[in-house]
């Protein structure tokens, strides 16, 4: 059975997150449908596919990625076609790759790079409110710029990572943490950078680098909290609306 990678952007606004769940529609549902109908095969057939990081509800893609086991061969380009012509427009496959039956979209995923973005206007922007938090408070962004230092580095990061995981191991190593302000429109742009990421561990980082932005906590904050590892003591899960998964790196160049 031949197997794919698909490289894959969304807008996860109206969805439950990436994975199939009861409570409401999935990224992943929505595409196994697409793929069903292209196969030719009945409601109840599943097509194999593995995706390399779950996404919450409201977060966004740019470069999530994902294998698929085919029933049979198909021109990469055709099934890139195939699949945008049905799903809906909050879905797009960007790109198709034939893979060797051995790749894998999560284990084989070296890095992934996450971007949040924070709106610092008096009121949100109706366009790109779905896309953004908004944090309409005085802040001193020259705290924040020093405190995400800390979050460089091999770390445990207990404390910024949600008390639902089921990961015992929460050794990390990012290799990016950085932020950059938009002054045209007013935002705020986190990026993170790593060899993997726990379970709301971007958005509890950058709840707790606002906090100190907005002298809350001090600059200090984020090197007691990684030694405390306590979640209880770090800041808010910011909302999810911010959030996108910008890239997800393997060894090889899958998408040439």
Known sequence: ??????????????????QVQDNGLSIQEVLERALRRIAKVSSTTR??????????????????????DFPYE????????GLNSILDDSIRVVAVACVSNTFHARY??????YRYIVDLNDFPNP??????LHHPYPIEIARIEEAIQAVKGTHDFTSFCSTKTQQEDKVRTVTEAAIV??????????????????????RILVGTLLQIGDGIRPVSDMERL?????????GPTAKPEGLFLVEVVYPENIFK
């Open 1 to 18: 059975m031949p197997r794919y990678a698909l490289k894959i952007q969304y807008d996860g606004t109206n969805y439950v997150g990436y």
């Open 74 to 81: 198909i021109p990469s380009e055709g099934l890139r076609r």
């Open 108 to 113: 084989d995923a070296i890095s992934k790079t």
């Open 47 to 68: 097509v194999a596919n593995t995706v390399s990081g779950r996404t919450d509800a409201g977060v966004h893609a740019l470069g999530q990625v994902v294998h698929v």
């Open 127 to 132: 366009f790109t409110r779905l896309y953004t």
């Open 226 to 234: 990684l030694q405390v590892r306590d979640r209880n003591l770090a």
């Open 181 to 202: 302000y938009q002054e045209d429109a007013n935002h705020l742009i986190f990026t993170f950078s790593g060899n993997g990421f726990l379970y709301n561990m971007v």
